[in-house]
């Protein structure tokens, strides 16, 4: 049978092969079922009409009834702009276009009542409009009236083109005309009615043609509810599936190596998060089942103790680990840390990556597929075909948003029943987030920082202050401390900023001179070993400042850096600058982050100073960033806007998604398969939604 729904969109009447070209170009918009999902951006009340002598200047978005008496076009520096004179009898007002000014031109009829409608601005007693809704008071009247005026998502090339917000309101009606409005029920009876929630149907119109503001929430709130209710119905059966399918090997033992670790070779308490963490880790891999972990905790809060730990309960089981991470460097700092922490266990750790040399490299393929290499710890070396293990029991994955889902499978690939699997990550995200980002993944969250720890102080200056700066690094300097300066390289390929970072390495060098002072630089376009050496003779202390680009963003450890200095650090996203901050503070003393900037400031980049200012706590920061910018973004992945979610928002429908998880659990419980006939309804539109892969396919 045939879904009305399904019916390409340029059959709507008022649409045609031109327009819906246009709305599927534009909004992705293909069928009919894809208009109703297009949900307004907000609502405006258009209840009631201003006069032209009661306009106030306050940038408030109203409407007036009057008429065009005159039409110019005004030249001016930048471009023409199209200026309409309009009147309602209590005064004159201006019109303005910079855009599309050809189409009004020829449209817009002089001295007919309009109601126009949009911003007002005034410039020396004169109110002007720029870009007005217009309409024909006539079409007006007569046209649905609702209270609400909803607005849609648009491009300027939609607006350009003359499908502005009026004609999609229009063909949005013709779509409730032409399909009577029936749009099949999809949550079950019992829940709508336990929930209080108001039919599809009813909310659908609502959403597009709202009655009032209390139906509009209603409509909302049932639209986000069904919306998350789906993905946690998806998430759960996904894990649920990967828990009765995938196999893992059961580590039933706890051996030698960890508890001769743990008895005698720990160089410090654990912490208690450190402790459940680990016991988390150990009852997963105790099963005949995948693990499949995600371990986040802050900067600093000790997740590679957990990853050595964990790997030692591979190896008291016969099987091999290895843990791979995004970088050289800090492919690096993990072999030196593991290979000091295990000295006196007697295992045997080696590294791959990149530079490897091929009779190294020889030796550790063979030890890897004989069993003598216990641990092998590399880049995306290890992902190459050549590397094959005797038994990979466990595989550890730090930074997660750098390796790709794709990558992680891969690394299964390499036994027949895969190594169970550890994600570590330091950009903490709220846990209903990430249940619903991650939901084929259990977490683990180290929510505690190793005693003693004094919190890094953080100040934002203006680079007009750099004099100050510097004889407070020249302070610290004589303390015997060492100092990051950080640079913006966000392309290695930018020019502009690889001149930046050259101008300050220079003038750093000037200010800074030898033999009083040694100065450091390393970036991205050094050849890996000089990198290292850099980055050696600053761990041993041998120069005082470390200039560098991001590459030093992640896991790099030298306690004795206590300052941190961050240019034109408006260029960073917060998760960034909160992971730099992270490179000092790691030893005793007190440690130092200051923010560099000029004056001139977005407002987001305000809020993103003063956030780093408040708050060490990378959960507080990671809300804030979330609000900024939006999940996608910060999962690092391509896509924006999270799971393409139409209405609900992660961050403010928390407790929505809470609840909705709750029912979904419960749901299944009940009805694992949704076979009941009372989920018919339900089950079709989980299908349906399957098909859609787009919204899926990157959680999965
Ligand atoms: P991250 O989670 O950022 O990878 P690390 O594992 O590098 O953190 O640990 C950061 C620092 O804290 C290291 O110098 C480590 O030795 C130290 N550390 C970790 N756990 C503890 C603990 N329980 N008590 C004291 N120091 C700890
Ligand atoms: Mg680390």
């Not at 290979?339 to 990556?353: D, F, Q, R, W, Y």
Request: glycine share 6%; proline share 4%.
């Amino acid at each position: 049978m045939h879904n009305p729904l399904d019916t390409p969109i340029e059959y709507l009447k008022g649409v045609g092969p031109a327009r819906g070209e246009l709305l599927r170009k534009e909004l992705g918009i293909h069928k009919y079922a894809d208009l109703i999902n297009l949900y307004p951006n907000r609502y405006i009340d258009r209840t009631r009409y201003y006069k032209i002598n009661e306009l106030q200047n306050s940038g408030a978005e109203v409407q007036v009834v009057g008429k065009v008496i005159h039409l110019k076009t005004v030249e001016q520096k930048r471009g023409k702009r199209l200026v309409a004179t309009f009147t309602d009898g209590t005064g004159e007002m201006e019109l303005v276009w910079f855009q599309g000014q050809k189409w009004i031109r020829e449209n817009i009829k002089i001295n007919v009542p309009y109601v126009v409608f949009g911003k007002c601005n005034s410039f020396n007693g004169l109110f002007s409009m720029p870009h007005p809704e217009m309409e024909l008071l006539t079409e007006h009247e007569q046209s649905l009236r609702s209270a609400m005026q909803p607005i849609y998502p648009s491009t300027e090339k939609l607006t350009q083109r003359g499908v502005t917000n009026k004609v999609v309101n229009k063909i949005m009606q013709q779509l409730f005309i032409e399909t009577q409005a029936a749009f099949a029920e999809t949550l079950p009876h019992a829940l709508m009615q336990e929930l209080n929630l108001i039919p599809k149907k009813a909310a659908l119109f609502n959403i597009h043609f709202p009655k009032s503001q209390e139906l509009l929430a209603r409509a909302q709130y049932r639209l986000k509810f069904e919306e998350l209710f789906f993905i946690q119905l998806q998430l759960i059966t996904k894990n649920f599936i990967r828990k009765h399918k995938i196999k893992g090997h059961a580590f039933e033992v706890v051996g030698n190596y960890f508890n001769n670790f743990y008895q005698n070779h720990l160089p410090f308490e654990l912490t208690n998060a450190q402790k459940r963490v680990i016991k988390e880790i150990r009852n997963d891999m105790g099963q005949p089942v995948q693990m499949n972990r995600l371990l986040q905790g802050d900067v600093g809060s000790g997740k590679t103790i957990v990853a050595l730990m964990s790997m030692l309960i591979a190896l008291d089981n016969g099987f091999q680990a290895c843990l791979m991470a995004p970088t050289e460097i800090l492919a690096n700092q993990h072999f030196s840390g593991l290979s000091e922490l295990a000295k006196p266990l007697g295992i045997n750790i080696k590294i791959l990556t990149g530079s490897t040399k091929t009779s190294e490299r020889k030796i550790i393929h063979e030890e890897l597929q004989n069993g003598n290499l216990h641990i092998l710890i590399g880049t995306h070396a290890l992902l190459e075909d050549k590397v094959q293990f005797h038994n990979l029991g466990l595989a550890i994955i730090d930074e997660q948003h750098r390796f790709g889902v794709e990558q992680r499978s891969k690394l299964w690939r390499k036994n027949d029943v895969p190594p169970h699997i550890l994600v570590m990550t330091a950009t903490p995200i709220p846990r209903t987030l990430a249940m619903s980002l991650y939901g084929d993944l259990d977490i683990s969250v180290i929510d505690e920082l190793p005693p003693g720890r004094k919190p890094i102080k953080t100040v934002h200056r203006y680079d007009s202050n750099r004099l100050k700066v510097w004889a407070f690094l020249r302070e610290e300097i004589a303390k015997g401390r060492q100092v990051y300066i950080v640079y913006p390289l966000i392309e290695e390929s930018d020019k502009m900023d690889y001149k930046d970072l050259m101008d300050g390495y220079e003038s750093i060098s000037r200010d800074f001179p030898l033999p009083q002072y040694s100065v450091s630089i390393v970036h991205g376009r050094m050849k890996p070993a000089d990198k290292d050496m850099e980055m050696e003779r600053f761990a041993k202390g041998k120069t005082n400042i470390m200039v560098a680009t991001t590459v030093i963003e992640v896991g790099v450890n030298v306690p004795n850096a206590s300052v941190m200095i961050i240019e034109s650090a408006e260029r960073f996203g917060l998760s960034q600058l909160h992971q730099l901050r992270g490179r000092v503070g790691r030893g005793a003393e007190q440690s130092y982050c200051i923010m560099m900037t000029g004056h001139k400031l977005s407002n987001d980049s305000k809020i993103r100073m003063e956030t780093m200012c408040s708050t060490n706590d990378g959960f507080e920061i990671a809300e804030v960033d979330l609000r900024l910018r939006g999940p996608g973004d910060i999962m690092g992945t391509q896509q924006s806007g999270v799971l393409n979610l139409q209405i609900a928002d992660l961050v403010k429908d928390r407790d929505i998604l809470s609840l909705a998880r709750h029912h979904a659990l419960k749901l299944l419980k009940e009805d694992p398969s949704l076979s009941k006939p009372e989920h018919a309804a339900l089950k079709h539109a989980f299908t349906e939604l399957g098909k859609k892969k787009n919204i899926w396919n990157y959680i999965s």
